[in-house]
DNA sequence: GATGAATGAGCTTTCATTCAT
DNA sequence: GATGAATGAAAGCTCATTCAT
């Protein structure tokens, strides 16, 4: 492989993750089915024919945006861990969603409401996918509690996920960040009285 | 001739009802996006050009949607109110929404799930419309709270009805009824321990 | 017949006037195409589904339009007609147009409009129809002109209103009533040179 | 590969160009309101869907119709510029028009036309455009009039102008080319007959 | 006759997807 | 691989006309 062959690939990854970033920000702000191919190919500065040798259909396109908040999901647990304490570990990650709470005020929490929008659907499986991110937030979330030692630590996990799903999206209706402070600083309280 | 009259009024009327429920459900379903015309008014069994002169707009529809289930609640409310007891009123509203679980698995919370996408538009004004509908409820939950004299109704109301719709949605998501039986227990309890 | 079934006669054709009047009114401002039967039925406060008895289609109604255009200029010519000298009627013709100068700055000539709008069809006979309504023009002022011994009086009138037609047209298109007495202006000067 | 690529830009031009030069033609057929986008389309041989890669709106249409209608205009001032006696021009002018007498007998004025139907609309903006185009041709004949030394050349040329529009109208309303005729034989002796 | 409601054909516009080079 | 252009299947909406009472 010459190195021109190289750039190019390096060249066409990057065009992909442009389009990959383009897409999970332009669908989180439009919803999937306001958002246009073409928006998503303005975003990223690639031509709009072009899309289509990195995203057979644009049903692909939104399954990467899901990837996407995935892997931003994956990256808070990696730098949370670092944390010896569990419960500091959750204590950061609602101190993170507390951090978004403009963002969440105007358009709520991206994997949420992607999820909502994507469960209206039939076809195409994409709802399961969804799903499977909160799964993911909901698991490392028990996985905190159990290795605090608590009980239940699914129906933990439950609770502290559902509250942020709630609190995003009363704080997306009402368009106001202060909900997601007050519910944040509540979450806090509740995390540190909890014992064993 | 005056009963033919009536008649004939109250069958229009009734045409429009049966549009606004058919709205109500559809979307609930679909989504406001997915939702044709057309679809609204084959479940209504109405012509699709007759549609327009009940409503101007496919987004009147949608607000008709929004306001039936703003009636539902108000409903709901009022047969709740009967309870002498402002916490037997919060209990008794839990209970609804587990009683609601198969469909909150399946489809979400009606107004959380159309306030959720209807935020992600710019224009119309419909967005507001939705939060009005969530205000209604909040509002109506922290008279409960006042009543019963607890301090910060309207945390309490947030609280409330946000774990309402993260657990809605998560039972969405995750596709598992068992969310809401789980989660509505558990605010059972907390509405019970809670004192003045 | 009873008196109240005279009533109703008189009623039935104070509404067709209605109409009429209304067609002529509203069709001048919008334009034959972009104006509905329910334009004309409000201006004319009828109920939609009541036009129908008066007028079979919409066509009939432009045609009337173009009937209540050809009787106001029945109307000006019999007025005209008292006055003994034909030069003083052409003049007393010029100074009438020269008055609607705000109207024909705004929606120009009523009848010139409607027969260039009306000469873009083929079928339905409507624009022959327009033609005569400006053939009865053309033929008074040719009387007119006959009347004062003057050479090729049909080329006169040709040429006045032609004139008229053109200033209506200008000062449509500029939007400016200014050229309306300019022209006129000059038409009154032209017609005053004319000799035997 | 340069050849293909301006071949395909020519193409995609010549695309463009023909659905202009179908508008223009369509329009002044039919009218802007009675035209159809699939009419034009057809005319120009292009897929309707096709139609808005080039124009956004049929508005956009409607306005390069008259831009096209523009560049007839500047094409035939430019060639009457090759005269040099602006006498002579402005004659030329009146006999380009009459040359057209066929086309006026049965569809008027092409600008004339499109500014009379589109002046009966309130928003768009594209009744001032009409209103630009038949300035053009006002300035270009006046100043022809003040190159010929004459006084008021801005009313001269309203005059010559009103008289095509006046003549245009009449030609087409009652379906007689030999008005052009005519009329346009008095105009040149007309602007014989002006003197410095 | 009178009237609100019904009907359906037709129009503009959007957009995911495919094509040709 | 890259790209502008092409395609066609909807979708929302309007409106002349007709219907039922």
Not at 40 to 45: G, K, P, Q, S
Not at 111 to 125: I, N, Q, S
Not at 165 to 171: E, I, N, V
Not at 179 to 187: D, F, K, S, Y
Request: charged share 30%; hydrophobic share 40%; proline share 4%.
């Amino acid at each position: 492989m010459t190195d021109s062959t190289s750039a190019r690939v390096r060249a066409a990854s990057a065009k992909r993750r442009r389009l990959t970033a383009a897409a999970a920000e332009v669908v989180h702000r439009q919803g999937a089915e306001r958002t246009t191919i073409a928006d998503i190919a303005r975003a990223a500065d690639v031509p709009v024919g072009n899309v289509y040798y990195y995203f057979k259909t644009k049903d692909e396109l939104v399954a990467a945006a899901l990837d996407e908040h995935a892997r931003h999901l994956g990256e808070l647990t990696e730098r949370l861990e670092r944390l010896p304490d569990p419960r500091d570990r959750l204590k950061g990650l609602v101190e993170a969603w507390v951090g978004q709470r403009d963002v969440a005020a105007r358009y709520g929490c991206p994997t949420g409401t992607l999820a909502a929008e994507l469960d209206k659907r039939d076809e195409g499986g994409l709802d399961a996918e969804a799903g499977k991110v909160i799964r993911l937030l909901l698991d490392w979330v028990e996985q905190q509690f159990r290795e605090l030692g608590l009980p239940e630590p699914d129906g933990l996990a439950l609770t502290l996920v559902g509250a942020y799903q709630g609190m995003s999206l009363l704080a997306n209706a009402l368009r106001d960040p202060g909900i997601m402070t007050r519910e944040g600083a509540r979450l806090l309280a509740w995390i540190d009285s909890l014992e064993a």
